[in-house]
């Protein structure tokens, strides 16, 4: 069992920065894969970022609307996965989720992580 408690979320301007932090429980964290997404408000919830940890190599995925914006990294020693959200645009604005997965399988879709935080509000201003 993980649970996941995530924090970092408020309001800023566009144009600003947030970073958005994951805690986990769990002595295996190193072996889940991590991913965040979001949902706005009337909106189905989306693929923002994933990340994988092989042990050796990394493995860093981002949905096509954050890249080079967003990046995410996670801290093995603290169980913790961290978002850090540059460039923030009102479109940015949601409800942001930090979810986990043991395994890699459907990386950036919803069914594929088995945990789930209660969320955090992110909120861009124009």
């Known amino acids: 069992q993980v649970q996941l408690v995530e924090s970092g979320g408020g309001l800023v301007q566009a144009g600003g920065s947030l970073r958005l932090s994951c805690a986990a429980s769990?002595?295996?964290?190193?072996?889940?894969?991590m991913g965040w997404f979001r949902q706005a408000p009337g909106k189905e919830r989306e693929f923002v970022a994933a990340?994988?940890?092989?042990?050796?190599?990394?493995?860093?995925y981002y949905a096509d609307s954050v890249k080079g914006r967003f990046t995410i990294s996670r801290d093995n020693a603290k169980n913790t996965v961290y978002l850090q959200m540059n460039s923030l645009k009102p479109e940015d604005t949601a409800v942001y989720y930090c979810?986990?997965?043991?395994?890699?399988?459907?990386?950036?879709?919803?069914?594929?992580?088995?945990?789930w935080g209660q969320g955090t509000q992110v909120t861009v201003s124009s």
């Open positions: 769990g002595r295996t964290f190193s072996s889940y894969t």
């Open positions: 979810a986990a997965q043991y395994g890699s399988s459907q990386l950036r879709s919803p069914p594929g992580y088995d945990y």
């Open positions: 990340l994988n940890w092989s042990g050796r190599n990394t493995y860093l």
